[in-house]
C-alpha cells in the first residue's frame, strides 16, 4: 500500500511540473502584448490553476504517506507493549499456579499424615480411545513413586495408579482405564464390591462397582470409597457416587455405574501415595 501511494505521487508530481513548465514556456515565447499574448494567457490560466492544484493534491499525498508512516509506528509499538502484557501475563499465571500447587501440598500433607506422598504435575493426557491414562513428571530419578501406587487428589480422591515408571517421567492409568481395579465399599452397611473400568462406559466417564451381593443395600446418590483390601491402596479414598444400580445380562449378579466427584480430564495436580499406614 505504501509504495502504491509513493509510485502515485511521483506521477501526478511529474505531470504537475510538465504542466508548469508548458506554461512557463508559454508565457516566456509569447510575453509581448498583443493578441497572441491574450490567447496565451487564457490558454496559460488554467493550466496554472490546474498546476497549483495538482501542487496541492501531491502535497496532500505525500501528508497521507507521512501519516502512514507515524501509523505503522505507533501500530509496532502497540504489538511490541502487547507481546509484553501477554509475557507478563503468563509469568503470572504459571506464579499462581506454582504458589497453589505449594498450598496443596501443604494442605493434603496436613489433612493426611498417615501418607507418605509425592506431588506431580499432569504433563499429557492420552488421545487413545481404548485407554485412559495420563503422563506425570516424576520417575524413579527424581522421586520414589513406584508401579501400583496409587494416585489422588489434593483432597483425597482415588483417580488411579501408576502404571510404567521411566527416568523422568511416569504413566497413571485412571479409575475409567480398563485395566484398572481395586476393592471398593458402598452404602451405610458397607457392602464391597470390585471398582473396574469398563470399555462400555469409559466414554462417559463412569467406572463401575462389580459384583454386588442381592442382599446388599445400594443406592443411587451413595458414596463409593476403597475398602482397603489388599492393601494396594489405602482406605476411605472417594471415588465417587452411584449413579444407576444394573444387572448383568446373563441376569446373574448386579454391578453400578460409578461417576467420579471430580471429571478426570481436568486435573492437573496429583499427589502419589508411596506409603501409607493405619493410624488406628
Do not use: C
Not at 13 to 20: E, P
Not at 198 to 225: K, N, Q, T
Not at 236 to 250: A, F, K, N, P, Q
Request: cysteine-free.
Amino acid at each position: 500500500m505504501k509504495v502504491l501511494l509513493k509510485k502515485r505521487a511521483i506521477i501526478i508530481a511529474s505531470t504537475a511540473l510538465l504542466l508548469a513548465l508548458i506554461s512557463i514556456v508559454s508565457m516566456a515565447l509569447f510575453s509581448s502584448g498583443g493578441p497572441v499574448t491574450g490567447i496565451v494567457n487564457v490558454i496559460s490560466s488554467p493550466l496554472r490553476a490546474l498546476a497549483s492544484n495538482v501542487a496541492g493534491i501531491f502535497e496532500g499525498i505525500y501528508a497521507s504517506i507521512y501519516r502512514y508512516d507515524d501509523l505503522m509506528k505507533r501500530y509496532e509499538s502497540a504489538l511490541t507493549d502487547l507481546a509484553q502484557y501477554e509475557y507478563d501475563e503468563r509469568e503470572s499465571r504459571l506464579l499462581a499456579e506454582e504458589n497453589d500447587r505449594l498450598r496443596s501440598l501443604l494442605g493434603f500433607r496436613e489433612r493426611h499424615p498417615e501418607y507418605t506422598s509425592e506431588p506431580a504435575a499432569v504433563e499429557n493426557w492420552s488421545s487413545s480411545n481404548w485407554a485412559s491414562s495420563f503422563i506425570i513428571n516424576r520417575g524413579y530419578s527424581n522421586s520414589n513413586i513406584q508401579v501400583g501406587n496409587g494416585v489422588v487428589t489434593e483432597y483425597g480422591m482415588l483417580i488411579g495408579q501408576v502404571s510404567h515408571v521411566e527416568a523422568t517421567t511416569a504413566t497413571v492409568i485412571t479409575v475409567l482405564d480398563t485395566t484398572f481395579s481395586a476393592s471398593g465399599t458402598v452404602g451405610e452397611e458397607g457392602g464391597t464390591g470390585t471398582l473396574r473400568g469398563d470399555f462400555a462406559y469409559l466414554r462417559s466417564g463412569l467406572l463401575v462397582l462389580d459384583l454386588i451381593e442381592d442382599d446388599m443395600v445400594v443406592m443411587v446418590g451413595d458414596s463409593v470409597v476403597t475398602s482397603g483390601l489388599g492393601g494396594v491402596f489405602p482406605p476411605l479414598l472417594v471415588v465417587g457416587e452411584v449413579t444407576e444400580i444394573l444387572r448383568h445380562s446373563t441376569g446373574i449378579g448386579r454391578y453400578a455405574t460409578i461417576e467420579p466427584i471430580r471429571e478426570i480430564g481436568t486435573i492437573s495436580q496429583v499427589f502419589i501415595i508411596t506409603e501409607f499406614r493405619d493410624l488406628e
